[in-house]
């Protein structure tokens, strides 16, 4: 069956379903194993898990089934069945981001603070809810044996994979709010150049125009109001909230990367490389 990963006696799994479910799993398990950094317990990290998660679920089912609401009306039973895909990302990202900032006010949190500490989760949920694309055209893949790649997954998943990356290893000091604002836009950037990408491709401009015109508003509304709407209203608190030794928040730490010699980068940076060829292996298609 189209998109199914495997099946298990009468239960079938399927691709986008399933790595979705694990992109969730995955960067809670993150948020849990930096429950102390996060200024928040285990207890409030997985109630903010799961209302996210729940959340997600709603609005991008709702901005998902929106633009065909008759037909959905017409076959109800439909609504409930994602896993075959049907999630709309954007409506689910901004429901999610909304409930978050409201949640660290509550919790008597920074809204910058959290977010920044939370943007390596939502990178690395990126990254795996990526390998779950369902793309199942060949026109242009690369073919090796019975296995394919299409060029515009590819690309998307390789600017998610540099987005966590870039949060993980980079050297770069963020100022409150940006670490989560970096995020935003490696992602905003995969989804522009493989929509674009697509549309070279495929010549067709539904959807992917649509798509290309998404991702250039997703884009631009990160760069216009991100910062007005966290980091600048956040920023004198965020900075109460910096952390003493003067770290970045985030998966690493500047300060140790520097003492580090060149062969443990080197190291480090094989292993990088080495987790990037496993997933692109994951990303594959069969014929």
């Known amino acids: 069956m189209p998109g199914e990963l ?12 399933t790595y979705l479910a694990a992109a969730f799993l995955a960067g809670t398990g993150l948020a849990i194993l930096e429950t102390k950094r996060l200024g928040l317990d285990r207890h409030q990290v997985t109630m903010l898990a799961a209302w996210l998660m729940g959340l997600g679920l709603v609005v991008g089912r709702l901005g998902y089934i929106m633009p065909d609401l008759g037909y959905y009306l017409a076959n109800a039973l439909e609504i409930f069945i994602v896993g075959e895909g049907g999630l709309s990302y954007l ?22 603070v959290l977010f920044d500490r939370l943007a390596p989760c939502l990178a690395l949920g990126l990254v795996v809810s990526s390998l779950g694309t369902i ?10 044996g019975n296995l394919y790649w299409p060029p515009p997954l590819l690309l998307y998943f390789t600017i998610e994979f540099a987005g966590l990356w870039y949060l993980a290893v980079g050297k770069k000091s963020f100022r409150s709010g ?53 980091g600048a209203a956040g920023a004198a608190q ?7 030794s003067g770290k970045t928040i985030g998966m690493g730490s500047p300060a140790g990367y520097r003492k580090n010699n060149s062969k443990v980068r080197l190291g480090r940076t094989a292993t990088w490389c080495g987790i990037y060829i496993l997933f692109v292996l994951f990303l594959s298609r069969s014929i």
């Open 91 to 112: 409506p689910a990202l901004v429901a999610g981001m909304i409930f978050t900032h409201r949640f660290a006010r509550k919790n008597g949190i920074s809204p910058p």
């Open 238 to 244: 965020g900075a109460q909230h910096a952390d003493e």
């Open 6 to 17: 495997l099946r298990i006696g009468p239960i079938d799994f399927y691709t986008y379903g």
């Open 135 to 144: 793309e199942p055209t060949l026109p242009g893949a690369i073919i090796i």
């Open 178 to 230: 940006s670490r989560f604002k970096a995020v935003l836009l490696f992602d905003a950037a995969a989804r522009l150049t493989s929509s674009m990408a697509a549309w070279w491709l495929h010549r067709h401009y539904m959807p992917f125009g649509l798509s290309i015109t998404a991702a250039l508003i997703y884009l631009a509304a990160v760069v216009g109001f991100y910062d007005k709407w966290i």
